[in-house]
């Protein structure tokens, strides 16, 4: 198998974008989706970033993005980053972020895997905002494949259609 190179995506060119305040010695980012200020943090850094990405490149609706949606693996609580749900609200994509100096490894990769047990989307992205792969699951085979680019609405609804 070869070895997989990352996506070349530049998530910082959205950083202009972003709607910051500074408030009591803190830094917060205003999330399109939840409407509501939060901590500048190095994970919700990548994550808003990453919200702006699919909003403004890929035509997703942000009325079907759900950030740090609760779900249930093995019986205990877990929280997934982003999750994108089709015009059927059923969930199509699942992003897992980190924060830029945290690695991409084999863990990360597994703790996707175990948020889209209960899921089984069609696609996974695991992101740090410097390193990005996406992948296509097939759940017949057993198998995914890494895609080139990250899926618009459009092609997964096209597809989705077929």
Same mark, same amino acid.
């Given at each position: ?5 990352p *996506? ?6 959205? +950083?202009a974008?972003?709607?910051? $305040?500074?408030k @009591? /010695?803190k ?6 989706i939840?409407?509501k200020?939060l901590v *500048? ?6 994550? +808003?970033?990453v919200?702006?990405? $699919?909003?403004? @490149? /890929? ?9 740090e949606?609760?779900i ?9 980053d982003i999750l994108v749900?089709?015009?059927l609200v @059923? ?5 897992e972020c980190?924060?830029p ?11 996707i895997?175990r948020y ?6 069609d ?24 895609l ?5 609405l ?6 989705s259609?077929s």
């Amino acid at each position: 198998m070869k070895k997989q190179i990352p *996506l070349q995506i530049d998530f910082l060119a959205y +950083q202009a974008q972003l709607k910051t $305040l500074r408030k @009591e /010695k803190k830094t917060y980012l205003w999330d399109p989706i939840r409407q509501k200020h939060l901590v *500048l943090l190095p994970e919700e850094f990548v994550r +808003q970033l990453v919200v702006l990405y $699919l909003l403004e @490149e /890929k035509g997703f609706n942000k009325n079907r993005i759900g950030i740090e949606k609760g779900i249930k693996v093995n019986g205990l609580a877990k929280r997934c980053d982003i999750l994108v749900y089709n015009q059927l609200v @059923e969930p199509i994509l699942l992003v897992e972020c980190k924060a830029p100096e945290v690695a991409l490894n084999q863990s990360t990769f597994e703790q996707i895997a175990r948020y889209n047990l209960p899921l089984q989307v069609d696609f996974l992205m695991v992101t740090n905002g410097r390193q990005t792969y996406c992948c296509k699951m097939d759940y017949e085979e057993e198998s995914f494949e890494f895609l080139e680019e990250i899926p618009s609405l459009e092609s997964i609804e096209s597809s989705s259609d077929s």
